[in-house]
């Protein structure tokens, strides 16, 4: 799979009905809120509970997710590019990789590891370079939030 | 005049050699994220909102600021020199701008174009100094039920004028009210979407959604436009003297420019890069060679430059006067505010008077200091286009990660970004947009409290919202930017034609 973004329109990958499809998540996700919101209390208009603006909200955004579902049946839209997967994946996986490991491992360790797998989200990715970057922000981060901040950050490896 | 005396206290504020230095840090950080493409001032304000909560809230507000406008300007040098816009208010310059680019005369154009910004920019903030206390003054009398009309038209106009689909972004600003709902009810003390994290009692932190937003969804989605290639810029100061012809061609556009810019910024929801645009068609449209435009004429540079500055600085006018946020770049700004413990409103300009008059001094300096860094240091600038992305993304993400740590030292904020991030990735991949979701979630609790005001006062009664005169006028048009598009949509669906 090439980068989306570099090929020619009509090789892009489309999904079909991407607003049926949205709209349908928006009625799900409202109905769902609406759900929880049940369990606030509604009150009345001049004293509202904790459900009142919430549900009505849920009320308007499953409206609004039914409009948008009906407007891509009278009118298709042309369909979505296909995103790039693999930088999001890598994207995200570093930020989980930082909340993991940054309170056990330490801001040096984790800075580097997390700098190594942000970097693989471009292909041109060097292992040696993207090392030192993550070295040299490491650093850099620990003069500005520990040093000049005082930031008490943990910095290694704790001890078990 | 007491708006002078008022202003001097400012200056005084912010020449301290701290506030200098932070008022320069910002526009210097601004700018750079603005030159850099596809990466836009939010990502540099979700950046170092962290960093400000260390500091006091004047510096934290004057650096934040700085790195709004700096970044309108750091847009345009991209735009200009390699035809692609570091900011979407850029885009405009790309026209002509890049044009005298190709013509040899992209040092002239720059010059230009920082010339125009910081008079524009000067103009905004002059018209900031004399309206904003009246604003303030009429702000006081709104009511609860006045304030949460303001609220809706200004959410119902941030979404009708996207890029994108009108319908989506109205979506998206329900959402953002909704994640504003999480955590607990002020009035009440119910505990809504929590879903048993204790870290959510508190409800979602800015930081980590504005870094989720603006930070990891953009990061995964930027285009890289491998645009630093082939530029090969050595600019000295002699090249970028304009001609007598240029200055004389550019002193009516500036000056319209300006106009544009300085009532758009005003105006809820239109902000920089409508009135860069709107400033361009003027020109255009009463010029006598429309012809000429886009061709690498010298007003297609200057009009929509003064313009995005003028409306870069005018649009802190109903933030900090009334309290309520044009755009989501104010929005966070408000925020920001929210977090040093300043509430927003009419009262800010009483009440936190001194911050006020600093901040618009900083703007003066500023904008000093970005045509310092413009004119002599624009080599420097031009070499950062050539950043291969496959640094930013480590960069962006450690800094994040990093900064959205530091605020509470809890890694449930770091997974808060991630979740936020994923969310706005695929948001983005549907077509929402971020910017209204983040106005609807600062927004949000603001207008719960207001409506549930209202109501008790009303004792119930939904008419209070019509009776009020404010209200009235402001559901109103509201009402007026839902229905007109609307109707647009059916009538081009009745004639079988194509809506655009």
Known sequence: MQDGHFLAPRQRRRIDRPDLVAGLVVIALSFLFGVLALGYGFGTPRQMGAGFFPLTLCALGGLLGAALAAKSVLRPEPGFERPDLRRFLFVSAAFLVFGLGIEPAGLFVTLVATTLIASLAHRDAKVVESLALGAALAVAVWVVFVLLLGLPIPLWPAAR | ?500
């Open chain 2, 1 to 500: 005049m007491d708006v002078l005396a008022l202003l001097a206290g400012g200056f005084a504020a912010v020449l301290t050699p701290q506030n200098l230095f932070y008022c320069f840090a910002g526009v210097a950080l601004g700018t750079f994220i603005g030159v850099l493409p596809g990466l836009g001032a939010m990502l540099g304000i979700a950046l170092l909102l962290p960093l400000t909560f260390h500091l006091p809230p004047d510096a934290a507000i004057i650096m934040l600021a700085g790195i709004y406008y700096g970044g309108e300007y750091g847009g345009s040098i991209t735009a200009i020199l390699v035809n692609v816009p570091g900011t979407p208010s850029a885009a405009v310059a790309c026209l002509d701008g890049n044009r005298m680019a190709r013509q040899g005369r992209g040092a002239v154009a720059l010059f230009a174009s920082a010339v125009a910004s910081f008079i524009g920019g000067s103009i905004g903030i002059v018209l900031m100094t004399l309206f904003s206390p009246a604003i303030g003054r009429f702000a006081l009398s709104f009511t609860s039920a006045d304030y949460f009309a303001v609220m809706v038209l200004g959410l119902i106009a941030a979404a009708s004028i996207t890029n994108g689909s009108a319908l989506k972004a109205l979506i998206a600003v329900v959402f953002g009210i909704l994640a504003g709902m999480v955590g607990t009810d002020v009035s009440t003390g119910v505990q809504r979407y929590a879903m048993g994290f204790h870290e959510l009692i508190g409800g979602i932190s800015l930081v980590a959604l504005a870094m989720g937003l603006f930070g990891l969804a953009e990061v995964a989605t930027a285009r890289e436009t491998g645009a630093g290639e082939g530029v090969r810029y050595r600019i000295g100061l002699r090249d970028m003297l304009p001609t007598r012809e240029d200055l004389r061609r550019s002193i009516l556009p500036i000056g319209r420019g300006s106009a544009v810019g300085s009532l758009l910024g005003v105006l809820p929801a239109t902000g920089a890069t409508i009135a860069s645009y709107l400033a361009y068609s003027v020109e255009k449209r009463i010029s006598r060679h429309p012809e000429r435009f886009g061709t690498g004429i010298i007003e297609g540079v200057v009009a929509p430059e003064s313009a995005n500055n003028a409306a870069a600085q005018t649009g802190f006018i109903p933030t900090l006067a009334i309290g309520i946020p044009g755009s989501a770049t104010m929005a966070l700004m408000l925020g920001a505010l929210m977090i040093q413990g300043i509430p927003p409103g009419p009262q800010l300009m009483t009440r936190n008077a001194d911050l006020f008059w600093a901040l618009v001094a900083s703007f003066w300096i500023g904008n000093l200091f970005l045509l310092v860094l413009n004119i002599p240091l624009v080599g420097l600038w031009v070499r950062l286009v050539h950043i291969p992305y496959r640094y930013l993304f480590p960069v962006i993400v450690c800094l994040i990660s990093v900064g959205v740590y530091s605020v509470a030292l809890s890694s449930f904020d770091v997974f808060v970004v991630l979740a936020v991030g994923i969310l706005g990735y695929l948001m983005r991949i549907g077509g929402f947009e971020a910017a209204p979701f983040l106005m609807g979630f600062i927004l949000g609790p603001m207008m719960e409290e207001n409506l549930r005001r209202a109501m008790q006062l009303a004792r119930g009664d939904f008419g209070v919202f019509l009776s009020r005169p404010i209200s009235a006028t402001c559901l109103a048009l509201a009402m007026l930017a839902l229905v007109v598009p609307l109707v647009r949509f059916l009538r081009m669906k009745l004639r079988g034609g194509v809506p655009v």
